[in-house]
């Protein structure tokens, strides 16, 4: 036929942290999780992906390009995705240029489709959560599907479990569902970001030198070996979502401090209760938890994810200040790096802590808790950089031109 | 008076590693435990306290002196040891010596304690499960009580719960008990250490710079916080406890090393799942575990 026209729609959509953890399946291929998770949206300004999805009927084959190197889509996540979008695309007309896609059209049409993190993948920040939250958010736009975002939650969680609670912002539920189709697991908003808009949010990202173990398989093993997961699941997280749910509600942070920690905790003890054991936290997140824990009356949560980073909540900005301030003590950074690169996000909060350069850092007093004649212990290079951010907005369409990542015509990466 | 003689006992005890950790106590005074556990008793060749015990009517008081440094008999644990063994002491006749002990001067007499292990104190390779299990089984000898071993064990439960263990050789069971008063909650031989001689074992010592917390009172911060060890100490441990001793009789090897993994794996667990966390394992226990 010739036809050289290209729709497309870019989409942005922001990372989450779980609070209550997701950690073990009932079902590999539906990802249906043993428990509820809720987790807190973190403001795409600072951590996002970015997704162009484009359908041309020039297109010969399904692509897609990860921060400009194209990969498969032949994994069984993608093709879960693609299909189940696919399946709900409806009639799609543009009356300026003159397209109309008809709902029968799509499954003979081509996608391509180029994403980006704002943030290394490296550092275990979730990028997959993002990443497929986003991919399913932008392929819903331009397919004109009719499902709204907890129904396309459920197509997410087939790509990745976690990326369910990246298309909503705020707070949010991955209710487990009964259903052994997986029709009832979905996500849902427990409170939008302006609610508990009090919080911040510091990422210590730690060098790690070890291979982690990927959360597919590790979980797996956790579901297989470790006698106190089923214990956990079925008997403690019920009881922890509620409370924390109410802990939301109600800006309680002091409860909702202590079930955070206390489920950071319990989802690395069932990892250590694996067999062969799983250690996501090593020595310098030991130091650190112990290190936090002083800081509870300051009002700081901790959680630490499948990997050595740490996510530590603050209760207000006084909080944040008073805690960076401990951070850039205890862990400064090492001497050949300057602060712009050492804190990044919401570097605003580096004002309240009176700390703008390298110089100041090194005139940061000891803590108050420190006793007079104690020698304060510093662990320079434990931390690689800190991001700083709030709770953020959940999955928008982005329609400037320029933020897309394929070319209007070609289509192709730019 | 004026009597000046002295009577003495040496015993030498050994230390023991549990195979099914004990960790929480359901009575804190009585350290009653929440769960059975199994261990295994170490050649006290390479590693054991040896203490002497001596009574005089000379002696002015109650004195004890650990590794050559004189410390005090004053705590809770060595109160307990030394009331309960004076209760079963018996009448002691040394013809020899001419010295003979009714029941009844027990009571006023003083004892000397000297206690000395051959292995550092600092390595937490247990010496207190040694050491208090040597106390009482020497007391035991020169007091002439009556007490079986398992009895005996009872009395060095009261002092350190794990020091039970050490009153037998071989792999050994500490059982929990039903009763308040801790009556039924002793050691028992499980097999003897001939049975499965063909074991050897290698303990890494690992240098640790951050200061050693007390087992107890973060067994009780378990206790407390931990909403998993409930479910260990009722529904896990008595299943594994029971394919331990069978692995054990028949001497598989296989099971055994799986239950022992296993169970290491799950006590760190419960370590992690307390509030705040206790990380008894660090980069260096990990390293060596995945290898």
């Not at chain 1, 707070?171 to 189709?181: H, R, S, T």
């Amino acid at each position: 036929m010739g036809e050289k026209w290209v729709l497309m729609k870019t989409a942005q959509t922001p990372t989450n942290i779980a609070v209550i953890k997701y950690w073990g399946k009932r079902d590999e291929s539906l990802i249906l999780p043993v428990n509820d998770s809720i987790s807190v949206t973190l403001d795409p300004a600072h951590l996002c992906t970015t997704t162009t999805v484009a359908v041309s009927p020039a297109f010969q084959q399904d692509r897609m390009w990860l921060n400009g190197k194209e990969i498969s889509l032949s994994g069984g996540r993608y093709q879960k995705c693609l299909r189940e979008i696919r399946k709900r695309a409806c009639e799609v007309e543009d009356k300026e240029k003159g397209i109309k896609i008809e709902k029968k059209d799509w499954e003979k049409l081509h996608l391509h489709i180029a994403s980006y993190n704002n943030f290394p993948t490296a550092a275990g920040l979730a990028s997959s959560a993002a990443g497929f939250a986003c991919l399913v958010f932008a392929l819903a736009k331009l397919m004109n599907v009719k499902e709204d975002d907890s129904q396309l939650s459920a197509i997410a969680r087939q790509g990745s479990g976690s990326a369910c609670r990246s298309l909503f912002g705020g707070f949010v539920k991955w209710i487990m569902g009964k259903e052994d189709d997986g029709s009832d697991s979905l996500a849902v908003q427990l409170v939008d970001e302006k609610h508990w808009d009090d919080l911040f949010i510091v990422i210590a990202v730690v060098s790690s030198r070890q291979k982690e173990t990927s959360s597919t398989s590790g979980m797996r093993e956790s579901v297989e070996t470790s006698l106190l997961l089923q214990h956990r699941a079925k008997e403690v997280v019920p009881k922890r979502i509620l409370r924390m749910e109410e802990a939301i509600k109600n800006r309680d942070f002091a409860s909702f401090a202590q079930l955070t920690c206390a489920d950071s905790n319990q989802f690395h003890a069932v990892c250590l209760d694996t067999c062969p054991p799983i250690f996501y936290m090593n020595d310098t997140s030991h130091r650190q938890a112990l290190f936090y824990i002083f800081l509870f009356p300051l009002g700081v949560a901790y959680t630490f994810d499948a990997g050595p980073n740490a996510v530590l909540i603050a209760r207000n900005r006084k909080a944040a200040a008073q805690l960076l301030q401990r951070l850039l003590f205890y862990f400064p950074p090492k001497s050949d790096i300057d602060l712009d690169s050492y804190v990044i996000g919401d570097k605003s909060i580096l004002q309240d802590a009176g700390v703008e350069g390298v110089k100041d850092v090194e005139a940061l007093s000891p803590p108050p808790e420190i006793k007079e004649n104690a020698a304060a212990q510093k662990y320079p290079g434990d931390v690689s950089y800190f991001i700083c951010t709030r709770p953020g907005r959940g999955p928008v369409l982005l329609s400037h031109e320029n933020l897309a990542l394929l070319h209007p015509q070609t289509g192709l990466p730019k | 008076m004026g009597e000046k003689w002295v009577l003495m006992k040496t015993a030498q005890a050994p230390t023991n590693m549990s195979v099914i950790k004990y960790w929480g106590k359901r009575d804190e005074s009585l350290i009653l435990p929440l769960n059975d556990s199994i261990s295994i008793t170490f050649d006290p060749a390479h590693l054991c306290t040896t203490t002497t015990v001596a009574v005089s009517p000379a002696f002015q008081q109650d004195r004890m002196w650990l590794n050559g440094k004189e410390m005090s008999l004053s705590g809770g644990r060595y109160q307990n040891c030394l009331r309960e063994i004076r209760r079963r002491a018996s009448e002691v006749e040394d013809k020899e010596k001419g010295i003979k002990i009714e029941k009844k001067d027990w009571e006023k007499l003083h004892l000397h304690i000297a206690s000395y292990n051959n292995f550092p104190t600092a390595a937490g390779l247990a010496s207190s499960a040694a050491g208090f299990a040597c106390l009482v089984f020497a007391l035991a000898k020169l007091m002439n009580v009556k007490e079986d071993d398992s009895q005996l064990s009872a009395i060095a439960r009261q002092a350190s719960g794990s020091a039970c263990r050490s009153l037998l050789g071989g792999f050994v069971k500490w059982i929990m008990g039903k009763e308040d008063d801790g009556s039924d909650s002793f050691a028992v031989q499980l097999v003897d250490e001939k049975h499965w001689d063909d074991l050897f074992i290698v303990i890494a010592v690992v240098s640790s710079r951050q200061k050693e917390t007390s087992s107890s009172s973060e067994m009780r911060e378990s206790v407390e916080t931990s909403l998993l060890l409930q479910h260990r100490a009722k529904e896990v441990v008595p299943k594994r406890t029971l394919q331990m001793e069978e692995a054990i009789k028949n001497r598989d090897f296989t099971s055994f090393a799986q239950l022992t993994c296993a169970d290491s794996n799950q006590f760190h667990a419960i370590c992690l799942d307390t509030y705040p966390p206790i990380f008894y394992m660090n980069d260096t226990s990990h390293r060596q575990l995945l290898f």
